[in-house]
Nanobody
Framework: QVQLVESGGGLVQAGGSLRLSCAAT????????MGWYRQPPGKQRELVAS???????NYADSVKGRFTISRDNAKNTVDLQMNSLKPEDTAVYYC???????????????WGQGTQVTVSS
């Protein structure tokens, strides 16, 4: 069974930084894309950033220049470095893995449990 375990959320003042980490556990052979989504209070879940297995990133316009996504294919991890945080970045952040191939798994998609990020003004 594949699980995504997130860490690094918390409370920070506007202008501060946080780093989110996500590790995929289980018998995994490869993961295609990994990414971070967020769901602000009362709103729909939205893409924040994603990264291909080859390392090509994609960012939401609202976070370009402030957030950086990175991954380690050998460790099946993906990180999100968040700088210059704003109150509007407050949300539950979810890790996602797509195109997961593993023992008895072909092209599966998985979500993490979510981690709260709160940015105070």
């Amino acid at each position: 069974q594949v699980q995504l375990v997130e860490s690094g959320g918390g409370l920070v003042q506007a202008g501060g930084s946080l780093r989110l980490s996500c590790a995929a556990t289980g018998t995994i052979f490869s993961i295609n894309a990994m990414g971070w989504y967020r769901q602000p209070p009362g709103k729909q879940r939205e893409l924040v950033a994603s990264i291909t297995r080859g390392g090509s990133p994609n960012y939401a316009d609202s976070v370009k220049g402030r957030f950086t996504i990175s991954r380690d294919n050998a460790k099946n991890t993906v990180d999100l470095q968040m700088n210059s945080l704003k109150p509007e970045d407050t949300a539950v952040y979810y890790c996602k893995a797509d195109g997961v191939n593993g023992k008895y798994i072909y092209s599966g998609s998985y979500w993490g449990q979510g981690t709260q990020v709160t940015v105070s003004s």
